[in-house]
């Protein structure tokens, strides 16, 4: 049997200036995601193609023909609790949304697979849960 251990991140970890990235690599902005999604086929596709061939529920496994093996681990939500496993994966952007300026909130977003689809949506989320990061190659 083989162990993952996959960090959880907020998104202030992940926006913070001293880059979360190892050298070499960045945080995707949601147009580098776009690109991905684009390639794999689109939003109805793509999904199917990023997850993991394993640890979906109801059959809701990938075939994971990008190689990425998209595991689903849920989050950490903003109590601290764990939640979500098998059910989905979600994983940072850079990009901010802001739904309405005068509220001053704002959300990130994030690319979301779930296990009842092989499409994928890009979302939004709440800065503070804890979700994973996918880094990218420059």
């Keep these: 049997m083989e162990i993952r251990h996959v ?10 200036s001293r880059g979360l990235a190892p050298k070499g690599w960045f945080v995707p902005m949601v147009d580098d995601l776009t690109e991905l999604v684009d390639y794999l086929g689109g939003d ?6 990023l997850k993991s061939t394993s640890g979906w529920n109801e059959n809701g496994n990938g075939d994971n023909k990008s ?13 601290g609790n764990f939640e979500n496993k098998g059910i989905t994966a979600a994983f940072w952007s850079k990009s901010l949304w802001l739904p309405n300026e005068k509220d001053q909130q704002f959300f990130i977003r994030v690319l979301d697979l779930y296990f ?10 709440n800065p503070g849960i804890g979700l994973p990061v996918r880094c990218l190659r420059h």
């Design 116 to 125: 009842g689809s092989n499409g994928i949506l890009m979302g939004t989320s």
């Design 7 to 16: 960090k959880l991140y907020n998104w202030y970890a992940v926006n913070d």
């Design 44 to 49: 109805y596709e793509a999904g199917l193609k």
């Design 67 to 79: 190689g990425l093996n998209c595991e689903s681990i849920g989050l950490r939500n903003l109590n």
